[in-house]
T-cell receptor, first 114, second 114 residues
Framework: GAGVSQSPRYKVAKRGQDVALRCDPI?????LFWYQQALGQGPEFLTY????????KSGLPSDRFFAERPEGSVSTLKIQRTQQEDSAVYLC????????????FGPGTRLTVT | GQQLNQSPQSMFIQEGEDVSMNCTSS?????WLWYKQDPGEGPVLLIA?????ELTSNGRLTAQFGTTRKDSFLNISASIPSDVGIYFC??????????????FGQGTILTVHP
């Protein structure tokens, strides 16, 4: 079956530009997570949605980062006024159940800010 | 952000050898997970551990949930070239307001020489 998909796979942005990253979770999955993975590091939690409700955004590094999931399926992570330190791979993961023991990851979007 | 301490950082082994890696934390987790990530892809779940002291196998992979709940171990027996990749441990405290947020280690890079 179809897994988690993300688009674009690669994004180059000039410093100060706004970007929008899309995640299509596995159909029917209730939980959706965004993670940020810096080069050579493990993923770090950004935010969590249960259906359309954003229940945890404690990992968002600044108010320039904004995420939404308006209909409880597709999610968008938006970064305003991008900075060089935002360069990373942004991973989306979904899980069937609320308890979210098993999360299925998408391939990620590699963002490079120049 | 908090990350788990994973060791070794990298391993270079001959095909057929066994591999061991571990992960430690200053905090208790009630679920431990092991993921493998190939270049340009998202992490793929290998093994999930739900109970302190639990030993679980998945083919040539065996993982253990440490009795202190602050560590976990992964062993790969009889390595093959396709085992090459980055292995991540992740801790999870399910329930409450954690919503399944994963805390990852820094990863172990495994190289297998034919």
């Amino acid at each position: 079956g179809a897994g988690v998909s993300q688009s674009p796979r690669y994004k180059v942005a000039k410093r100060g530009q706004d970007v929008a990253l899309r995640c299509d979770p596995i159909s029917g999955h209730v939980s959706l997570f965004w993670y940020q993975q810096a080069l050579g590091q493990g993923p770090e939690f950004l935010t969590y949605f249960q259906n359309e409700a954003q229940l945890d955004k404690s990992g968002l590094p600044s108010d320039r980062f904004f995420a939404e999931r308006p209909e409880g399926s597709v999610s968008t992570l938006k970064i305003q006024r991008t900075q060089q330190e935002d360069s990373a791979v942004y991973l989306c993961a979904s899980s069937l159940r609320v308890s979210a023991y098993e999360q299925y990851f998408g391939p990620g979007t590699r963002l490079t800010v120049t | 952000g908090q990350q788990l301490n994973q060791s070794p950082q990298s391993m270079f082994i001959q095909e057929g050898e066994d591999v061991s890696m571990n992960c430690t934390s200053s905090s208790i987790f009630n679920t431990w997970l092991w993921y493998k990530q190939d270049p340009g892809e998202g992490p793929v779940l290998l093994i999930a551990l739900y109970k302190a002291g639990e030993l679980t196998s998945n083919g040539r992979l065996t993982a253990q949930f440490g009795t202190t709940r602050k560590d976990s171990f992964l062993n790969i027996s009889a390595s093959i070239p396709s085992d090459v990749g980055i292995y991540f441990c992740a801790g999870l405290n399910a329930g409450g307001t954690s919503y399944g947020k994963l805390t990852f280690g820094q990863g172990t890079i495994l190289t297998v020489h034919p």
